[in-house]
Nanobody
Framework: VQLQASGGGLVQAGGSLRLSCVAS????????VGWFRQAPGKEREFVAA????????YSADSVKGRFTISRDNAKNTVYLQMNSLKPEDTAVYCC??????????????????WGQGTEVTVSS
């Protein structure tokens, strides 16, 4: 499956953005999907993930209560709604997908397919 993330941009602290991850080549509904981010000079960080049927979602403690992951399998798209953005949320965000179950993937974070990122900049 090929993935393309979009929706990034420049926003003031406290603002919102919605990122989209669109899949092509395969039906995204067969995949668990995660969002990750990497800030300059830092390691890649897990942000959130969602199971194939949307029953289960998980978020990093740093974004809980502010970010929401969701999916529309009919549109082959997974979203990341980001509210109350902070300067420390500045990073390149990318999505990843894997055919394995989310329970397994959360232990390894070893997703098989990765998309290009979209840049999010939060100004103070």
């Amino acid at each position: 499956v090929q993935l393309q993330a979009s929706g990034g941009g420049l926003v003031q602290a406290g603002g919102s953005l919605r990122l989209s991850c669109v899949a092509s080549g395969r039906t995204l509904g067969s995949y668990s999907v995660g969002w990750f981010r990497q800030a300059p000079g830092k390691e890649r960080e897990f942000v959130a993930a969602i199971s194939r049927n949307s029953v289960s979602t998980y978020s990093a403690d740093s974004v809980k209560g502010r970010f929401t992951i969701s999916r529309d399998n009919a549109k082959n798209t997974v979203y990341l709604q980001m509210n109350s953005l902070k300067p420390e949320d500045t990073a390149v965000y990318c999505c990843a997908a894997d055919l394995r179950g989310l329970g397994f993937l959360l232990g390894s974070l070893d997703f098989g397919s990765w998309g290009q990122g979209t840049e999010v900049t939060v100004s103070s």
